[in-house]
């Protein structure tokens, strides 16, 4: 929808916004358009360089035409209906996702909270079917993020923090243990804990990778333990931490994955994938969801997935981000530098976090503030080395201003 075929002026349709929505989110200060590639476009016509891409998701870049084209098609053949008939999309995406990163069987949802529903659902059902009615338990990490629906949320490690504050009593069973802290996971485990949920590099939580020892580790104990190690990949899955999955960059297979985000380049698309073993405790009637799995949203996923990994993304993912990384860590007043491929977090010497974010709006790029002193920075995968070459200039533009320098 174009501003001048509604008749409205950009400033209308900020005050309707704000007259109609509830709102929760700090708006960057402008009307999205229209995209293209690495640029937003604003309908006062300015371009926004764009590095959070919708928070770690238009990975093939915004309006990617091949992810377009094929939710053009499929819109006009068959948009939705239900899980009842077979699809094609469905089943095409399926075994491309499955074969790709070794997995059994897919679970389509519509979000990464959803996925994380699915996984913690899945995870509890395998342990009550298979151990006991107690046997419901799963460790995650503090400072872990999941989502904001009842489950995703319980299982999110930051108690005190907006995403529990109001919303207690969470659901019970979960235990928020230390990240990175092998020795601690496995004191955590008593006999009723069923599985380990953790991101393989924690996003919102300050882009903290994991030791490869800890997440093999996991794996060892979760053997030992008739446990299952579930990873939540919902921002680090499809390239964007230079490997298709995170997990496969460092060889330690889950036996649930949850993932969205890039997996439908902007259409709403989620999924759990599982080894059989694991994907046993779900059967007729166990779960379910009206949109999971819609044809128009697998078609657009078919297309997103297959340009990852045909266009080998997660390598260019891979390269750019040392690149800008690199770039990032001769800035001024940066404390640290944290990347795995694109999911970059710099790290100021001051609480600057917000300042910075906006001095890059007033540079026209966007990024995102984690806490007080962190900015992420999760591009398109697509993007070159004069990109980041222009990122880095905006950001030192903006460090500068918010150091009053
Ligand atoms: N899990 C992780 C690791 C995330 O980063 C996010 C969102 O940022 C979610 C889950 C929630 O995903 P969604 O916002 O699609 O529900």
Request: charged letters at 20%.
């Amino acid at each position: 929808m174009l501003l001048k075929e509604t008749g409205l002026t950009t400033q209308q349709v900020i005050d309707l916004t704000e007259k109609y929505m509830i709102e929760t989110y700090a708006r960057f200060p402008f009307v999205a358009e229209r995209a293209e590639g690495i640029y937003i476009y604003d309908t006062e016509g300015n371009a926004w360089l764009d590095f959070y891409a919708g928070i770690a998701v238009n990975s093939c870049g915004n309006c990617n035409p091949v992810v377009t084209k094929a939710i053009q098609e499929q819109a006009g053949q068959i948009v939705h209906t239900f899980n009842y008939p077979y699809s094609i999309p469905q089943a095409v995406l399926a075994k491309f996702i499955c074969e790709t990163i070794g997995m059994d069987k897919i679970f389509y949802q519509n979000s990464g909270t959803e996925a994380n529903e699915a996984m913690i659902k899945l995870a509890r059902k395998y342990g009550v079917d298979n151990f006991g009615p107690n046997r419901y338990e799963i460790i995650t990490a503090v400072k872990g993020f999941h989502g904001r629906t009842y489950g995703a949320m319980s299982a999110t490690g930051q108690p005190g923090s907006c995403i529990h504050k109001g919303f207690e009593p969470l659901l019970p069973g979960f235990k928020y243990v230390e990240y990175n802290n092998l020795k601690a996971w496995e004191d955590a485990i008593t006999p009723n804990t069923i599985a380990f949920m953790l991101e393989p590099v924690q996003g919102e939580g300050g882009v903290i990778p994991a030791k490869p020892e800890f997440l093999q580790g996991l794996r060892d104990l979760a053997d030992k333990n008739n446990m299952l190690l579930c990873f939540d990949e919902v921002q680090t899955g499809w390239g964007r931490t230079g490997a298709i999955m995170a997990y496969m960059g460092y060889g330690v297979k889950p036996d649930i994955v949850s993932m969205a985000k890039a997996m439908g380049n902007g259409v709403a698309i989620g999924a759990i994938c599982a080894t059989a073993k694991a994907a046993s405790a779900f059967g007729a009637g166990a779960h379910g969801s009206t949109f999971g799995g819609s044809i128009l949203n697998c078609a657009a996923s078919y297309a997103a997935v297959t340009t990852i990994v045909g266009e080998k993304l997660y390598e260019n993912a891979a390269v750019m981000g040392d690149y800008l990384s690199d770039l990032f860590a001769k800035m001024p007043h940066v404390k640290d530098v944290r990347h795995r491929g694109l999911l970059v977090g710099v790290e100021f010497d001051a609480p600057k976090g917000a300042d910075i974010k906006h001095g890059c709006v007033d540079q026209k790029m966007l990024v995102t503030a984690i806490g007080t002193s962190i900015i992420r920075v999760i591009p398109p995968l697509v993007i070159t080395k004069a990109d980041c070459d222009e990122c880095a200039k905006r950001m030192t533009l903006a460090v500068k201003e918010a150091y009053g320098e």
